[in-house]
């Protein structure tokens, strides 16, 4: 149930969180080239590259909920703390990459289309989900109790995983404008796009992981010494 | 299924008894209404009509708020949520129990709005009366459900008010997108359309059978 | 059926950066009172919570008859009476029992109330809203609810706190009548005297651990202070 807690330096996590760094250093570095490398769209120009980074970081924010809710539901079951940790690391940094989609977004289609925001479909729905991440964590945080904090916000997670594609729905239901380009099949993408698309992909995949091991391997740390100083008699 | 009628019993008893729940929620959703034709352009009447429903759906969802809240603030007091929490079945019947008393409640009050959002927005809804409640029925049965576990959530939490609509309201929105649809095409003559119904349809089932089972963890102290 | 009807071994309850229980083990028998003394956080009522299924444990298993404690089965075993009342203010006091009642599916409820408003010497306050009660009435309810199923196991929680002199010694007497009937007990209580005089067996408990038990002969008001004074040194 517990980690070892002799010297953290050899620390399993803490090995996963040296060597998946490593792995994000080097895949951030094939995407960099890549993306630099990558012919500039003909009719968008530079800011097109933006999407290297806009698309990667939306998987890495909807694959971060996924994960939520999923450890959540395994600590309901198991009662094991390390799901816990893992939901919680993982909300976190989930909604630092569903920020940085809502960011990306705009700044893309003020560009190309001259409006910061038009309630198109996919980017309403990460919007959508980045309000679950923040209740998530505000859930989190008001809670008193560590244990209680931890089921509530299991519960949550697992309603909020089944709110985003009921938000989609929803959304299109509405059927509003949408700014997105309908395209993402390999067929359509330019020639020289594919590349760094996978890349980028990879390394926001990378990069969560990374974030992921590191944030839960803290929050672990944390309460162990929390732990140790109450024991040692306070 | 005896608990489930039990909490049901109970909850509605209390709430005759006191009636305090049923008269705010009343009574805000009448001044929402009374502001929604302030803050119109124009005013509320029949040039706004294509604003009523979903103006009709942000009245019922504060309300429902507002009732939610209450619903297990009564169950702090001598920590009656243990209570609750000691039944010897399935912990989800209590919040079936709760949920379906709750439904009844935001029912009553969403009738008197209905008929009051009538009157300011000059609609007749004689006519579709009876779709109208099926409509209202089916959201009113997807807000309850997250919002009845909610409720249990945020009253333990700081800022329980404040929770509430926080957790609440983002997964609101396919409720409210599927029923504000439904009632504009009712108002406007058509019936209710089938997307619209099936994503209402959806998301009930999936939001009471999740909190039916999630009601057991959220229970424990 | 001899044997334990309550066990626990390796009890433990802890999560992030709050330890409760360290490893507690548990052996209660049918009709025996178990009492559960010690200092303040030391685990006695997460102890009796996890028992009453209100409490998961981290780790460890407690059994209750068989069933995992926390379980709807095992939940049906017990009854606990707790410092809070779970009573309902505006419903009245048979309104009250009728309702926990129904909630533990026992059969025509209306009579067993009655029965129980009476035992508890509460017959004539049974129309009255239970907000309207006095602590020492309340308690009384309290125990009347805990009943409403007739369960094989009470969980007595610091039950002597708030009430004075003469309802602290009712309720005494009520406990030894219980206990006569063949009941099983666990009593979390800061007073060890009574403890030593209701109890078959004590556990002291201090910072989560079990740091002595006693059992019968064993069992005296003398033994029991010396044992909490250890306990609460350890605690520190």
Same mark, same amino acid.
């Given at each position: 149930?517990?980690?070892?807690?002799?010297? %953290?330096?050899?620390?399993?996590?803490?090995?996963?969180?040296?060597?998946?760094?490593?792995?994000?250093?080097?895949?951030?570095?094939?995407?960099?080239?890549?993306?630099?490398?990558?012919?500039?769209?003909?009719?968008?120009?530079? /800011?097109?590259? +933006?999407?290297?980074?806009?698309?990667?970081?939306?998987?890495?924010?909807?694959?971060? $909920?996924? /994960?939520?809710?999923?450890?959540?539901?395994?600590?309901?079951?198991?009662?094991?703390?390390?799901?816990?940790?893992?939901?919680?690391?993982?909300?976190?940094?989930?909604?630092?990459?569903?920020?940085?989609?809502i960011v990306t977004g705009p700044i893309w289609a003020k560009a190309t289309w001259g409006h910061w925001w038009a309630w198109d479909p996919r980017l309403t729905v990460t919007l959508l989900?980045?309000?679950?991440? @923040?209740?998530?964590?505000?859930?989190?945080?008001?809670?008193?109790?560590?244990?209680?904090?931890?089921? %509530?916000?299991?519960?949550?997670?697992?309603?909020?995983? $089944?709110? +985003?594609?009921?938000?989609?729905?929803? +959304?299109?239901?509405?059927?509003?404008?949408?700014?997105?380009?309908?395209? @993402?099949?390999?067929?359509?993408?330019?020639?020289?796009?594919?590349?760094?698309?996978?890349?980028? /992909?990879?390394?926001?995949?990378?990069?969560? @992981?990374?974030?992921?091991?590191?944030?839960?391997?803290?929050?672990?740390?944390?309460?162990? @010494?929390?732990?140790?100083?109450?024991?040692?008699?306070? | 299924?005896?608990?489930?009628?039990?909490?049901?019993?109970?909850?509605?008893?209390?709430?005759?008894?006191?009636?305090?729940?049923?008269?705010?929620?009343?009574?805000?959703?009448?001044?929402?209404?009374?502001?929604?034709?302030? #803050?119109?352009?124009?005013?509320?009447?029949?040039?706004?009509?294509?604003?009523?429903?979903?103006?009709?759906?942000?009245?019922?969802?504060?309300?429902?708020?507002? &009732?939610?809240?209450?619903?297990?603030?009564?169950?702090?007091? *001598?920590?009656?949520?243990? &209570?609750?929490?000691?039944?010897?079945?399935?912990?989800?019947?209590?919040?079936? &129990?709760?949920?379906?008393? *709750?439904?009844?409640?935001?029912?009553?009050?969403?009738?008197?709005?209905?008929?009051?959002?009538?009157?300011?927005?000059?609609?007749?809804?004689?006519?579709?009366?009876? !779709?109208?409640? &099926?409509?209202?029925?089916?959201? #009113?049965?997807?807000?309850?459900?997250?919002?009845?576990?909610?409720?249990?959530?945020?009253?333990?939490?700081?800022?329980?008010?404040?929770?509430? !609509?926080?957790?609440?309201? !983002?997964?609101?929105?396919?409720?409210?997108?599927?029923?504000?649809?439904?009632?504009?095409?009712?108002?406007?003559?058509?019936?209710?359309?089938?997307?619209?119904?099936?994503?209402?349809?959806?998301?009930?089932?999936?939001?009471?059978?999740? #909190?039916?089972?999630?009601?057991?963890?959220?229970?424990?102290? | 059926?001899?044997?334990?009807?309550?066990?626990?071994?390796?009890?433990?309850?802890?999560?992030?950066?709050?330890?409760?229980?360290?490893?507690?083990?548990?052996?209660?028998?049918?009709?025996?009172?178990?009492?559960?003394?010690?200092?303040? =956080?030391?685990?006695?009522?997460?102890?009796?919570?996890?028992?009453?299924?209100?409490?998961?444990?981290?780790?460890?298993?407690?059994?209750?008859?068989?069933?995992?404690? =926390?379980?709807?089965?095992?939940?049906?075993?017990?009854?606990?009476?707790?410092?809070?009342?779970?009573?309902?203010?505006?419903?009245?006091?048979?309104?009250?029992l009728l309702f926990a009642g129904r909630l533990h599916g026992v059969a025509q409820p209306e009579a067993r109330a009655a029965r129980l408003l009476e035992e508890e010497g509460l017959a004539?306050?049974?129309g009255r809203a239970a907000g309207s009660f006095s602590r020492g009435m309340a308690q009384r309810l309290s125990i009347a609810r805990a009943l409403m199923h007739d369960p094989p196991v009470?969980?007595?929680?610091?039950?002597?706190?708030?009430?004075?002199?003469?309802?602290?010694?009712?309720?005494?007497?009520?406990?030894?009548?219980?206990?006569?009937?063949?009941?099983?007990?666990?009593?979390?209580?800061?007073?060890?005297?009574?403890?030593?005089?209701?109890?078959?067996?004590?556990?002291?408990?201090?910072? =989560?651990?079990?740091?002595?038990?006693?059992?019968?002969?064993?069992?005296?008001?003398?033994?029991?202070?010396?044992?909490?004074?250890?306990?609460?040194?350890?605690?520190?």
């Amino acid at each position: 149930m517990h980690g070892s807690r002799g010297s %953290f330096s050899g620390h399993p996590s803490t090995r996963a969180v040296a060597r998946s760094g490593a792995l994000l250093a080097l895949l951030a570095a094939g995407w960099l080239a890549s993306v630099l490398g990558a012919p500039q769209d003909s009719v968008q120009g530079v /800011v097109q590259k +933006i999407l290297y980074v806009h698309v990667p970081c939306a998987f890495a924010a909807y694959l971060g $909920f996924l /994960v939520t809710g999923v450890s959540g539901a395994l600590y309901l079951w198991r009662g094991e703390a390390r799901f816990d940790r893992v939901a919680a690391a993982s909300a976190e940094v989930g909604l630092l990459f569903c920020s940085l989609v809502i960011v990306t977004g705009p700044i893309w289609a003020k560009a190309t289309w001259g409006h910061w925001w038009a309630w198109d479909p996919r980017l309403t729905v990460t919007l959508l989900q980045w309000f679950i991440y @923040l209740a998530y964590l505000l859930l989190r945080s008001f809670t008193e109790g560590d244990e209680r904090a931890a089921r %509530f916000a299991a519960v949550y997670g697992l309603l909020g995983v $089944f709110a +985003i594609p009921l938000n989609y729905f929803a +959304i299109e239901l509405f059927g509003s404008a949408a700014m997105h380009p309908e395209n @993402l099949q390999r067929g359509s993408l330019g020639a020289g796009m594919g590349l760094p698309f996978l890349a980028g /992909v990879l390394t926001a995949l990378a990069a969560y @992981l990374h974030l992921l091991l590191l944030r839960a391997d803290s929050i672990e740390r944390r309460n162990a @010494l929390q732990e140790l100083l109450e024991a040692r008699g306070s | 299924m005896r608990v489930l009628l039990a909490v049901l019993w109970k909850d509605l008893l209390s709430e005759w008894r006191s009636r305090d729940r049923v008269v705010a929620m009343l009574i805000f959703s009448l001044l929402v209404a009374v502001v929604f034709h302030f #803050s119109l352009p124009g005013g509320a009447g029949a040039r706004s009509q294509a604003q009523a429903p979903g103006l009709l759906w942000i009245a019922y969802i504060f309300a429902a708020v507002l &009732g939610l809240n209450r619903a297990f603030s009564v169950e702090l007091e *001598n920590d009656a949520l243990s &209570g609750l929490a000691l039944v010897p079945v399935d912990r989800g019947y209590v919040f079936l &129990g709760k949920a379906l008393a *709750n439904t009844a409640i935001l029912g009553v009050v969403q009738a008197v709005t209905a008929v009051v959002f009538a009157l300011f927005f000059q609609l007749d809804l004689l006519p579709i009366a009876l !779709p109208l409640a &099926g409509v209202v029925a089916l959201g #009113s049965l997807g807000v309850t459900a997250a919002g009845t576990l909610f409720a249990a959530v945020a009253v333990r939490t700081r800022f329980r008010e404040v929770m509430l !609509p926080l957790l609440l309201l !983002p997964l609101l929105v396919p409720v409210l997108a599927g029923a504000v649809r439904a009632t504009a095409a009712l108002l406007q003559g058509d019936s209710a359309p089938w997307d619209a119904l099936q994503l209402l349809i959806v998301t009930d089932a999936i939001y009471w059978i999740v #909190s039916f089972l999630g009601f057991e963890y959220v229970l424990d102290e | 059926m001899s044997g334990a009807l309550i066990r626990g071994r390796g009890l433990e309850k802890r999560f992030g950066r709050s330890v409760a229980l360290r490893g507690v083990d548990l052996d209660v028998r049918a009709g025996e009172a178990l009492a559960v003394v010690g200092p303040n =956080g030391a685990g006695k009522s997460t102890l009796l919570r996890m028992l009453a299924g209100l409490v998961r444990p981290s780790a460890g298993t407690l059994l209750l008859g068989g069933i995992p404690a =926390g379980r709807p089965g095992a939940r049906a075993q017990i009854g606990l009476v707790a410092h809070a009342t779970f009573l309902y203010p505006q419903l009245t006091a048979r309104e009250n029992l009728l309702f926990a009642g129904r909630l533990h599916g026992v059969a025509q409820p209306e009579a067993r109330a009655a029965r129980l408003l009476e035992e508890e010497g509460l017959a004539d306050a049974a129309g009255r809203a239970a907000g309207s009660f006095s602590r020492g009435m309340a308690q009384r309810l309290s125990i009347a609810r805990a009943l409403m199923h007739d369960p094989p196991v009470l969980l007595l929680d610091e039950p002597f706190t708030g009430l004075d002199r003469r309802a602290g010694d009712s309720l005494c007497a009520r406990i030894r009548a219980l206990r006569a009937a063949g009941r099983t007990f666990l009593l979390v209580t800061h007073d060890l005297a009574q403890a030593a005089a209701l109890a078959d067996a004590a556990l002291v408990l201090a910072s =989560g651990l079990c740091v002595r038990e006693l059992r019968g002969a064993e069992l005296g008001a003398a033994a029991l202070e010396q044992a909490y004074a250890l306990a609460a040194g350890t605690a520190r």
